[in-house]
Each structure stands twice: as structure tokens, then as C-alpha cells.
Nanobody, 116 residues
């Protein structure tokens, strides 16, 4: 049974920082591309950032220079470090794991609210 469990969300002030974690189980973590997506109220889910099995990363233009994704294969965990947060970063953040024909899996999400 595959599980992706996100943690670390919450309320943060504009300009603040937060780190999200996603722990995976039931998959061979090291071979999966891991990603973070977000969905704001009334908007479609969008890709924020991803990291491949070879540790190549990509970022949405809106978060470049502010967010950093990293992975720890020994802990089956992917992280999202978010700095200089803006109110428009408010969303539910979802962890994703995908590996070609081996499946595409989602966590339940964690809420991040940026507000003063």
C-alpha cells in the first residue's frame, strides 16, 4: 500500500518561511520523480517543483529563487523549503510520486496559509 504523508504546513506571515516534508512508503522511493503541487481555492492544481531520481530539479517561474526542493532517499522523504512567502502562495500543497509505468501517487495535502 502506497502512502505519501505531508507535514509542515500552517499559518505563516508574509516574508516568512516554512518547510514541508513528505514521507513515502510502499514504493521504491529512489526511482521515483517526486514533486510538489499546490491548489488554491477556485484554481486548478499546479506544479510547483519536482526532483527526479537523478536529483534534477525544476521550478515554476512563480517560485524560482524562493522555494527549494530536496530529497533524502535514505529517509524516503522529499522536502520543500519555502522562503519569502507571499499571500499568493496560500494553497493546499500536495506531494506526488511518479515513475513511468510504476504509478502516479498523491498525498492528501497540507494547508499553507500566508497571511498577517
Amino acid at each position: 500500500q502506497v502512502q505519501l504523508v505531508e507535514s509542515g504546513g500552517g499559518l505563516v506571515q508574509p516574508g516568512g518561511s516554512v518547510r514541508l516534508s513528505c514521507v513515502a512508503s510502499g514504493i521504491i522511493f529512489s526511482i521515483y520523480t517526486m514533486g510538489w503541487y499546490r491548489q488554491a481555492p477556485g484554481k486548478q492544481r499546479e506544479l510547483v517543483t519536482g526532483v527526479t531520481s537523478g536529483s534534477r530539479t525544476n521550478y515554476a517561474d512563480s517560485v524560482k529563487g524562493r522555494f527549494t526542493i530536496s530529497r533524502d532517499n535514505a529517509k524516503n522523504t522529499v522536502y520543500l523549503e519555502m522562503n519569502s512567502l507571499k499571500p499568493e502562495d496560500t494553497a493546499v500543497y500536495y506531494c506526488n510520486a511518479r515513475a513511468g509505468g510504476m504509478g502516479n501517487f498523491w498525498g492528501r495535502g497540507t494547508q499553507v496559509t500566508v497571511s498577517s
